[in-house]
């Protein structure tokens, strides 16, 4: 595990445009519990890592 320090972390909106959903899904996801985030202020922030990790856990094999 990398230190908080070394983390990138990203808006919801660049979460968004990384994932390719909106905004709100990820809001949705960040309150359900699937995504981690830390709260700044009244905005989220997401490590990178942890969208790796949510979307390594979340592949699903079609076909």
Do not use: C, N, P, W
């Not at 972390?9 to 990820?26: C, G, I, N, P, Y």
Request: cysteine-free; glycine content about 6%; overall charge positive.
């Amino acid at each position: 595990m990398s230190k908080l320090s070394e983390s990138r972390f990203l808006t919801v909106q660049e979460v968004a445009d990384l994932m390719r959903v909106s905004s709100m899904t990820v809001y949705r996801l960040i309150k359900s519990g699937d995504l981690r985030a830390v709260r700044v202020g009244r905005s989220f922030r997401v490590r990178q890592e942890d969208i790796d990790g949510y979307l390594e856990t979340s592949y699903t094999q079609t076909g």
